[in-house]
T-cell receptor
Framework: DAGVTQSPTHLIKTRGQQVTLRCSPKSGHDTVSWYQQALGQGPQFIFQ???????QRGNFPDRFSGHQFPNYSSELNVNALLLGDSALYLCASSLGQRQYFGPGTRLTVT | GNSVTQMEGPVTLSEEAFLTINCTYTATGYPSLFWYVQYPGEGLQLLLK?????DKGSNKGFEATYRKETTSFHLEKGSVQVSDSAVYFCALTNNQGGKLIFGQGTELSVKP
C-alpha cells in the first residue's frame, strides 16, 4: 500500500511565477491537508480539502489556492511567487483523526 | 490563539543517554497533543499522541504525558540510540483530523 506521494520532489521558480504542486493521498483516505515548512521551522497549516471543498484554512493569502479531485488527489497552487514562499510543502492525508504526511516538495524561489 | 513552544535545539547526546525535550502549549478547550518525528529527507511520522489530561502516549521507547495543570507534553526516552537522530515536533489540534499546530522543532543528534 503506497503512502502519501507528492510531486515534484524539488522545484525552482522565479519571483512572480506560478507553481502547482501535487499530492496523492494514501489509499482510502478522503481528506488532504497542506502545510508549509520554512527552513528551521515547524509546519504551518495552509488549508484542508474534503469532498472537493476547502473545509478549513490557515492564515495564508489568497495567492495560495487548492483543489481536490474526485479521486481525492489534490493540488496546491501558488501565484505571484515571492522569495518568502521558498519552503518545503507537505501534504497530509487522513480518514478520520490521524494525518499521514508525504515526503514534501522543496520549492526554491529565486 | 493556540500555540506550541518547544525547547531550542540542537540537542546532542551520547548513545544510551536519557532524553527530555520540553514542550508547552497554549490552547482553548481540550486539545489533543502529538509528537512527530522527521528523519532526514523524509516526511513527518507520528511518534505518539495523547487525547486527554493525564494520558500517556508511548511508542518505540518514547513517552510523553499530557499535563493540563502545567500545559506541558514533554518527550522522554530512557536510552537513546544513534538511529533516534532526527527533528522532533510537538503539535496540537482542537479539531480531530483537522488543523495541526506545530512547535518549531528540536533537532536531536545522538553520537556513538
Amino acid at each position: 500500500d503506497a503512502g502519501v506521494t507528492q510531486s515534484p520532489t524539488h522545484l525552482i521558480k522565479t519571483r512572480g511565477q506560478q507553481v502547482t504542486l501535487r499530492c496523492s493521498p494514501k489509499s482510502g483516505h478522503d481528506t488532504v491537508s497542506w502545510y508549509q515548512q520554512a527552513l528551521g521551522q515547524g509546519p504551518q497549516f495552509i488549508f484542508q480539502y474534503y469532498e472537493e471543498e476547502e473545509r478549513q484554512r490557515g492564515n495564508f493569502p489568497d495567492r495560495f489556492s487548492g483543489h481536490q479531485f474526485p479521486n481525492y488527489s489534490s493540488e496546491l497552487n501558488v501565484n505571484a511567487l515571492l522569495l518568502g514562499d521558498s519552503a518545503l510543502y507537505l501534504c497530509a492525508s487522513s480518514l478520520g483523526q490521524r494525518q499521514y504526511f508525504g515526503p514534501g516538495t522543496r520549492l526554491t524561489v529565486t | 490563539g493556540n500555540s506550541v513552544t518547544q525547547m531550542e535545539g540542537p540537542v546532542t547526546l551520547s548513545e544510551e543517554a536519557f532524553l527530555t525535550i520540553n514542550c508547552t502549549y497554549t490552547a482553548t478547550g481540550y486539545p489533543s497533543l502529538f509528537w512527530y518525528v522527521q528523519y532526514p529527507g523524509e516526511g513527518l511520522q507520528l511518534l505518539l499522541k495523547a487525547t486527554k489530561a493525564d494520558d500517556k502516549g508511548s511508542n518505540k521507547g518514547f513517552e510523553a504525558t499530557y499535563r493540563k495543570e502545567t500545559t506541558s507534553f514533554h518527550l522522554e526516552k530512557g536510552s537513546v540510540q544513534v538511529s533516534d537522530s532526527a527533528v522532533y515536533f510537538c503539535a496540537l489540534t482542537n479539531n480531530q483530523g483537522g488543523k495541526l499546530i506545530f512547535g518549531q522543532g528540536t533537532e536531536l543528534s545522538v553520537k556513538p
